[in-house]
């Protein structure tokens, strides 16, 4: 019965583990102003979360964009310029920050993004 016990909680343990490690795909949308009727359906980024880790691809030429993740406060954690043009591929690191809900949003020129997300 001890080693039942035992294998049980190795197998949470690995599942627990590799939960941490899967990558997710956070949604987003485009944010609108009121008077924007057209709508296209194409979000020209896409971000990863695997654990407090964040990774964004840029699918389309966007030009410079400025990354921000907010926590549910309104409080920026995190903010940079990137100049998607240059660099398709942009990694956040979030370590250090409490459990809780959060907001990225991607605002340049060409784009105007928010998604929300859960750490």
């Not at 343990?13 to 359906?41: G, Q």
């Not at 954690?77 to 907001?103: K, R, W």
């Amino acid at each position: 019965m001890g080693v039942f016990l035992l294998s049980t909680i190795n197998v949470v343990a690995a599942n627990k583990a590799h939960y941490e490690t899967s990558m997710r795909r956070i949604p987003l949308e485009k944010e609108f102003e009121p008077y924007d009727r057209v709508r296209s359906v194409f979000i020209p980024i896409t971000v990863e979360q695997q654990g407090n880790m964040f990774f964004v691809h840029f699918e389309e030429i966007v030009g410079v964009v400025q990354v921000t993740i907010t926590d549910r406060w309104g409080n920026s954690v995190f903010t940079e310029m990137v100049d998607a043009d240059m660099q398709p591929m942009f990694t956040i690191s979030l370590m250090g920050l409490p459990s809780g809900n959060y907001v990225i949003t991607f605002s340049g020129e060409n784009v105007a993004l928010r998604g929300e997300f859960e750490m």
